[in-house]
Protein backbone atom coordinates (compact mmCIF):
# COMPACT_ATOMS: atom_id res chain seq x y z
CA UNK A 1 0.00 0.00 0.00
CA UNK A 2 2.93 2.27 -0.02
CA UNK A 3 2.59 5.51 1.73
CA UNK A 4 -1.13 4.79 2.31
CA UNK A 5 -0.35 1.76 4.82
CA UNK A 6 -1.23 3.79 7.58
CA UNK A 7 -5.03 4.03 6.14
CA UNK A 8 -4.92 0.15 6.66
CA UNK A 9 -2.47 -0.51 9.49
CA UNK A 10 -3.43 2.81 11.66
CA UNK A 11 -5.82 2.67 14.30
CA UNK A 12 -8.68 4.39 14.18
CA UNK A 13 -12.66 4.81 14.62
CA UNK A 14 -14.38 1.89 12.51
CA UNK A 15 -17.65 3.90 12.25
CA UNK A 16 -15.90 6.90 10.62
CA UNK A 17 -13.96 4.43 8.61
CA UNK A 18 -16.65 3.00 6.75
CA UNK A 19 -18.72 6.46 6.70
CA UNK A 20 -16.03 7.85 4.44
CA UNK A 21 -15.89 4.35 2.36
CA UNK A 22 -19.56 4.93 1.79
CA UNK A 23 -19.33 8.85 1.00
CA UNK A 24 -16.11 7.66 -1.44
CA UNK A 25 -17.88 4.82 -3.27
CA UNK A 26 -19.99 6.59 -5.42
CA UNK A 27 -16.83 8.78 -6.73
CA UNK A 28 -14.91 6.03 -6.98
CA UNK A 29 -16.80 3.98 -9.18
CA UNK A 30 -18.44 6.27 -11.44
CA UNK A 31 -14.87 8.03 -11.77
CA UNK A 32 -13.81 4.38 -13.01
CA UNK A 33 -16.55 3.89 -15.19
CA UNK A 34 -15.38 7.65 -16.93
CA UNK A 35 -11.89 6.10 -16.91
CA UNK A 36 -12.47 2.47 -18.21
CA UNK A 37 -15.88 2.53 -20.04
CA UNK A 38 -14.98 -1.01 -20.78
CA UNK A 39 -17.03 -1.54 -17.53
CA UNK A 40 -20.17 -0.69 -19.58
CA UNK A 41 -19.61 -3.20 -22.33
CA UNK A 42 -19.00 -5.81 -20.08
CA UNK A 43 -22.10 -5.07 -17.77
CA UNK A 44 -24.27 -5.59 -21.47
CA UNK A 45 -22.07 -8.81 -21.71
CA UNK A 46 -23.62 -9.76 -17.96
CA UNK A 47 -27.21 -8.89 -19.33
CA UNK A 48 -27.01 -10.21 -22.58
CA UNK A 49 -25.76 -13.74 -21.40
CA UNK A 50 -28.76 -13.62 -18.61
CA UNK A 51 -31.29 -12.76 -21.32
CA UNK A 52 -29.72 -14.38 -24.44
CA UNK A 53 -29.50 -17.77 -25.40
CA UNK A 54 -25.99 -17.95 -25.87
CA UNK A 55 -23.31 -20.64 -25.00
CA UNK A 56 -22.51 -20.09 -20.84
CA UNK A 57 -19.19 -17.92 -20.66
CA UNK A 58 -15.77 -19.69 -19.63
CA UNK A 59 -15.21 -20.07 -16.13
CA UNK A 60 -12.37 -17.68 -16.32
CA UNK A 61 -14.54 -14.96 -17.57
CA UNK A 62 -16.99 -15.85 -15.04
CA UNK A 63 -14.05 -15.20 -12.24
CA UNK A 64 -12.85 -12.08 -13.86
CA UNK A 65 -16.12 -10.33 -13.68
CA UNK A 66 -16.61 -11.71 -9.96
CA UNK A 67 -13.17 -10.16 -9.37
CA UNK A 68 -14.11 -6.80 -10.44
CA UNK A 69 -16.94 -7.04 -8.86
CA UNK A 70 -15.45 -7.58 -5.46
CA UNK A 71 -12.56 -5.07 -5.86
CA UNK A 72 -15.32 -2.57 -7.18
CA UNK A 73 -17.01 -2.95 -3.90
CA UNK A 74 -14.33 -3.18 -1.18
CA UNK A 75 -11.53 -0.90 -2.53
CA UNK A 76 -13.26 2.44 -1.08
CA UNK A 77 -13.81 1.50 2.07
CA UNK A 78 -9.78 -0.69 2.49
CA UNK A 79 -8.38 2.69 0.77
CA UNK A 80 -10.88 5.97 1.48
CA UNK A 81 -9.83 8.02 -1.18
CA UNK A 82 -9.55 8.98 -4.73
CA UNK A 83 -6.36 8.52 -5.24
CA UNK A 84 -5.14 12.82 -6.01
CA UNK A 85 -3.74 13.74 -9.29
CA UNK A 86 -3.06 10.58 -10.62
CA UNK A 87 -5.38 7.90 -12.75
CA UNK A 88 -8.59 8.31 -12.41
CA UNK A 89 -9.26 6.17 -9.28
CA UNK A 90 -5.68 5.22 -9.29
CA UNK A 91 -6.51 2.07 -6.38
CA UNK A 92 -8.73 0.66 -9.30
CA UNK A 93 -6.17 0.48 -11.68
CA UNK A 94 -5.97 -3.42 -10.43
CA UNK A 95 -9.46 -3.29 -12.79
CA UNK A 96 -8.18 -2.40 -16.36
CA UNK A 97 -6.00 -6.03 -16.96
CA UNK A 98 -8.59 -8.02 -15.71
CA UNK A 99 -11.85 -5.83 -17.57
CA UNK A 100 -9.77 -6.61 -20.88
CA UNK A 101 -9.24 -9.92 -20.25
CA UNK A 102 -12.56 -10.82 -19.53
CA UNK A 103 -13.61 -8.67 -22.53
CA UNK A 104 -11.45 -9.84 -25.05
CA UNK A 105 -12.55 -13.68 -23.99
CA UNK A 106 -16.13 -12.40 -24.14
CA UNK A 107 -15.99 -11.27 -27.93
CA UNK A 108 -17.03 -14.54 -28.85
CA UNK A 109 -20.29 -15.10 -27.38
CA UNK A 110 -21.19 -10.87 -27.49
CA UNK A 111 -20.89 -11.77 -31.81
CA UNK A 112 -22.60 -14.60 -31.44
CA UNK A 113 -25.81 -12.73 -29.33
CA UNK A 114 -25.40 -10.04 -31.91
CA UNK A 115 -27.01 -11.92 -34.99
CA UNK A 116 -27.52 -8.98 -36.74
CA UNK A 117 -25.23 -7.54 -38.77
CA UNK A 118 -26.17 -3.64 -37.66
CA UNK A 119 -25.84 -4.55 -34.14
CA UNK A 120 -22.16 -5.99 -34.48
CA UNK A 121 -21.33 -2.48 -36.77
CA UNK A 122 -22.96 -0.55 -33.97
CA UNK A 123 -21.02 -2.92 -30.91
CA UNK A 124 -17.65 -1.88 -33.11
CA UNK A 125 -18.70 1.51 -33.00
CA UNK A 126 -19.46 2.27 -29.75
CA UNK A 127 -15.92 0.23 -28.91
CA UNK A 128 -13.99 2.48 -30.96
CA UNK A 129 -15.79 5.55 -29.26
CA UNK A 130 -14.54 4.13 -26.20
CA UNK A 131 -11.20 3.74 -27.38
CA UNK A 132 -10.99 7.41 -28.50
CA UNK A 133 -12.30 8.34 -25.40
CA UNK A 134 -9.77 6.59 -23.84
CA UNK A 135 -7.06 8.33 -25.96
CA UNK A 136 -8.21 12.22 -25.79
CA UNK A 137 -9.50 11.47 -21.49
CA UNK A 138 -5.75 9.56 -20.89
CA UNK A 139 -3.48 12.13 -22.96
CA UNK A 140 -4.84 15.64 -23.50
CA UNK A 141 -7.53 16.10 -20.80
CA UNK A 142 -4.77 14.27 -18.36
CA UNK A 143 -2.12 16.12 -19.63
CA UNK A 144 -4.01 19.41 -19.33
CA UNK A 145 -4.92 18.46 -15.97
CA UNK A 146 -1.52 17.91 -14.23
CA UNK A 147 0.18 21.05 -16.15
CA UNK A 148 -3.09 23.61 -14.39
CA UNK A 149 -2.79 21.29 -11.01
CA UNK A 150 1.60 22.08 -11.08
CA UNK A 151 1.00 25.73 -12.07
CA UNK A 152 -1.84 26.83 -9.44
CA UNK A 153 -0.76 24.22 -6.14
CA UNK A 154 2.99 24.08 -6.46
CA UNK A 155 4.90 26.78 -9.07
CA UNK A 156 3.80 29.91 -7.08
CA UNK A 157 5.52 28.16 -3.51
CA UNK A 158 8.48 26.60 -5.82
CA UNK A 159 9.24 30.51 -7.12
CA UNK A 160 9.15 31.57 -3.50
CA UNK A 161 10.85 29.06 -2.21
CA UNK A 162 14.01 29.08 -4.59
CA UNK A 163 13.96 33.15 -4.94
CA UNK A 164 14.38 33.25 -0.67
CA UNK A 165 17.70 33.50 0.79
CA UNK A 166 17.01 31.39 3.66
CA UNK A 167 18.39 27.50 3.33
CA UNK A 168 16.88 25.54 5.80
CA UNK A 169 13.22 25.06 4.78
CA UNK A 170 11.06 22.73 7.15
CA UNK A 171 7.53 21.12 5.99
CA UNK A 172 4.44 20.17 8.05
CA UNK A 173 4.12 17.39 5.78
CA UNK A 174 6.46 14.92 3.90
CA UNK A 175 4.37 15.85 0.36
CA UNK A 176 5.25 19.41 0.35
CA UNK A 177 8.45 18.37 0.78
CA UNK A 178 8.30 16.38 -2.49
CA UNK A 179 6.60 18.92 -4.85
CA UNK A 180 9.72 20.81 -3.75
CA UNK A 181 12.26 18.36 -4.61
CA UNK A 182 14.23 20.28 -7.37
CA UNK A 183 15.08 22.74 -4.85
CA UNK A 184 17.12 19.52 -2.91
CA UNK A 185 20.46 20.76 -4.07
CA UNK A 186 20.34 24.48 -2.53
CA UNK A 187 18.25 24.07 0.56
CA UNK A 188 18.08 21.70 3.26
CA UNK A 189 14.48 20.52 4.38
CA UNK A 190 13.29 19.29 7.13
CA UNK A 191 9.96 17.82 8.54
CA UNK A 192 8.22 18.69 11.92
CA UNK A 193 4.78 19.45 12.58
CA UNK A 194 4.92 19.82 16.26
CA UNK A 195 6.28 22.57 18.29
CA UNK A 196 9.08 20.71 19.98
CA UNK A 197 10.25 19.85 16.74
CA UNK A 198 10.53 23.25 15.34
CA UNK A 199 12.44 24.14 19.24
CA UNK A 200 15.14 21.72 17.71
CA UNK A 201 15.56 22.59 14.52
CA UNK A 202 15.63 26.44 15.51
CA UNK A 203 18.62 25.35 17.89
CA UNK A 204 20.15 23.33 15.61
CA UNK A 205 19.80 26.32 12.79
CA UNK A 206 21.30 28.69 15.25
CA UNK A 207 24.21 25.96 16.05
CA UNK A 208 25.30 26.36 12.28
CA UNK A 209 25.16 30.09 11.93
CA UNK A 210 22.10 30.66 9.69
CA UNK A 211 19.90 33.59 10.25
CA UNK A 212 16.76 31.76 10.06
CA UNK A 213 14.59 29.31 7.89
CA UNK A 214 10.84 29.03 6.29
CA UNK A 215 8.06 26.85 8.08
CA UNK A 216 5.74 25.58 5.20
CA UNK A 217 2.60 23.95 5.92
CA UNK A 218 -0.57 23.15 4.21
CA UNK A 219 -4.00 25.47 5.27
CA UNK A 220 -5.12 22.45 6.92
CA UNK A 221 -2.51 21.35 9.58
CA UNK A 222 0.16 22.81 11.60
CA UNK A 223 -0.33 24.96 14.71
CA UNK A 224 -4.13 26.48 13.52
CA UNK A 225 -4.43 29.24 11.66
CA UNK A 226 -2.06 32.18 12.80
CA UNK A 227 0.17 34.99 11.39
CA UNK A 228 2.68 34.85 12.91
CA UNK A 229 3.73 32.60 16.33
CA UNK A 230 7.31 32.58 18.67
CA UNK A 231 9.04 29.23 19.18
CA UNK A 232 10.73 30.07 22.52
CA UNK A 233 14.31 29.06 23.34
CA UNK A 234 16.07 27.40 26.19
CA UNK A 235 18.15 30.12 26.68
CA UNK A 236 16.58 33.73 27.35
CA UNK A 237 16.74 36.08 24.33
CA UNK A 238 17.27 33.65 22.02
CA UNK A 239 13.36 33.17 21.07
CA UNK A 240 12.61 32.38 16.95
CA UNK A 241 9.69 34.56 15.72
CA UNK A 242 7.93 33.37 12.72
CA UNK A 243 5.57 36.03 10.59
CA UNK A 244 3.65 34.61 7.61
CA UNK A 245 4.82 36.04 4.44
CA UNK A 246 1.11 34.71 2.98
CA UNK A 247 -0.37 31.85 1.02
CA UNK A 248 1.52 30.31 -1.92
CA UNK A 249 -0.65 28.12 -4.41
CA UNK A 250 -3.71 26.88 -3.45
CA UNK A 251 -3.09 25.10 0.13
CA UNK A 252 0.35 26.31 1.37
CA UNK A 253 1.14 29.24 3.77
CA UNK A 254 4.60 30.10 4.38
CA UNK A 255 6.09 31.62 7.46
CA UNK A 256 9.52 33.02 7.88
CA UNK A 257 10.88 32.34 10.90
CA UNK A 258 14.10 34.44 12.23
CA UNK A 259 16.45 33.85 14.56
CA UNK A 260 17.14 36.77 17.35
Not at 54 to 59: A, D, E, N
Not at 135 to 160: D, Q, S, W
Request: charged fraction near 15%.
Amino acid sequence: MGLHAREVLDIFDMTQHFARGAEFFSVLNQSQIEFLPLMVLLLVFCVVVFFARVKTPSRLVLMSCLVLLLTSLAIPFVVPTTGGNAWGPRFLLINVPIACLAFGLSVSTILQALNRWFLKVLMLCVCGGFVLQGIFLNTFEGNNHIIKAYHYRVLPLMEFVRNDPYRVIVVSDTFIAQELSTQFRSKVFFRSSQMQGLKEIADATRDVHEKGFLYIRTNYSGFGIRDQFKIEAKRQGEDTHCLSKGQYGVYYTVFQCDLL
